[in-house]
């Protein structure tokens, strides 16, 4: 018999049906934002699935010092950020008064252990910016706990793919991980990525067993550092600027939208909410 590849073709959203979807994750840059700028469509689609009751969790390689800021001011119910590295979750106790609130902060490794991946990273940050002229430190990168991220077109002017392949050498060579996302390389230590924060986050926040995920999860995003979420999750979607990565991409989502970006994303929003049974 024929194997398919689902991860060949990406179905319209016209094709998804909600399966009683409880929580959304998705991806941000790229995914909620364009040229940069979070979308007013993409906030009111968030504030749309809060207000129906679903619970959403942006999943990004952004900073800790971001995330602080999206989880307790975003309508969201937690945000998992440098690349799986930690969650933030955010609990007001007061039933939304905005009173009397606690944040809670798990991390994949102790305190000791990311200083100890910290010092490595520094050696790596100096090797990189000395063989790729043109590279920058991210400009966030003051917010960050324990991921290096390193400016290949944020503010810097955009790097050709193949410095982008050195970046990520250098710090393969060394024995960290490396991802590509739209802007930035980032690099750490350990044995976490996104996804596997995914599950940690579930099952300590909702005691959910992420074998039970599979229909009350779905992930939204829009590149190559998705992967993972895309061939985990059985309800993925991308916006359709992930269509610029297909060539070098293993996994694709499900389901693509028709527009890039924060549009596209409240196009995903609106398929969820219009098939939702009530
Ligand atoms: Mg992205």
Request: net charge negative; glycine share 8%; charged share 25%.
């Amino acid at each position: 018999m024929l194997t398919v590849n689902s991860a060949l073709h990406m179905k319209s959203l016209r094709e998804f049906v909600n399966p009683g979807l409880r929580f959304i994750f998705t991806d941000i840059d790229g995914t909620l934002t364009e040229q940069g700028r979070l979308t007013s469509s993409a906030y009111q689609a968030l504030w749309r699935l809060h207000d129906h009751g679903l619970k959403v969790v942006p999943v990004t390689g952004r900073p800790a010092g971001w995330c602080e800021l999206i989880a307790r001011q975003w309508p969201v119910t937690g945000v998992i950020g440098e690349n799986g590295g930690f969650y933030f979750r955010y609990e007001d106790l007061n039933a939304g008064d905005g009173t009397t609130g606690v944040m809670r902060r798990h991390y994949f490794y102790n305190a000791s252990e990311r200083a100890d991946h910290n010092r490595r990273l520094d050696k790596i940050r100096t090797e990189i910016l000395a063989r790729v002229p043109g590279a920058a430190v991210a400009s966030d990168q003051f917010c960050r706990q324990m991921d290096l991220a390193i400016d290949y077109c944020e503010d810097v002017v955009r790097l050709p793919p193949t410095d982008v392949d050195r970046i990520v050498k250098i710090f393969t060579d060394h024995g960290a991980n490396a991802k590509v996302s739209s802007i930035h390389v980032n690099g750490w230590f350990g044995e976490y990525d996104k996804l596997t924060m995914c599950h940690v986050f579930l099952e300590r926040e909702f005691g959910m067993k992420i074998s039970d995920a599979q229909t009350s999860v779905a992930f939204v995003g829009d590149s190559p550092n998705d992967e993972p979420m895309f061939a985990f999750f059985k309800n993925s979607f991308a916006v359709a600027n992930v269509k610029d990565f297909v060539g070098t991409m293993k996994s694709l989502p499900e389901y693509v939208a028709d527009q890039n970006g924060g549009s596209g994303f409240a196009e995903v929003v609106e398929r969820i909410l219009a098939t939702t049974q009530r």
